[in-house]
């Protein structure tokens, strides 16, 4: 069975910093490209990040030089730094999995809540 938990969301006042965590279960993860992505209330749910298995690593201009992505394949577990955080950076953010057996294979855990607010 697989499983993406998240952790690590929460309430920080805009400056602040945020550190997501997502533990994988059930997938080849080291052959995965894992990824964050966000819904804000009223909006699409959007790409936040990207890291493919060979540390490609894809961000969405909005979170540049602010987010940082990393992955540990020994511990099934991707991270999201956030630094610098806005107001803008609210939303539900989602872990992603891609695994590519025979077909594509896409999995998504409950999403944790990060509300940047004063």
């Known amino acids: 069975q697989v499983q993406l938990v998240e952790s690590g969301g929460g309430l920080v006042q805009p400056g602040g910093s945020l550190r997501l965590s997502c533990a994988a279960s059930g997938i080849s993860f080291s052959i995965s490209t894992m990824g964050w992505y966000r819904q804000a209330p009223g909006k699409q749910r959007e790409l936040v990040v990207e890291i493919s298995s060979g540390g490609t690593i894809n961000y969405a201009d909005s979170v540049k030089g602010r987010f940082t992505i990393s992955r540990d394949n020994a511990k099934n577990t991707v991270y999201l730094q956030m630094n610098s955080l806005k107001p803008e950076d609210t939303a539900v953010y989602y872990c992603?999995?891609?695994?590519?057996?025979?077909?594509?294979?896409?999995?998504w855990g409950p999403g944790t809540q990060v509300t940047v607010s004063s």
């Open positions: 992603n999995a891609k695994t590519m057996v025979y077909h594509l294979h896409e999995y």
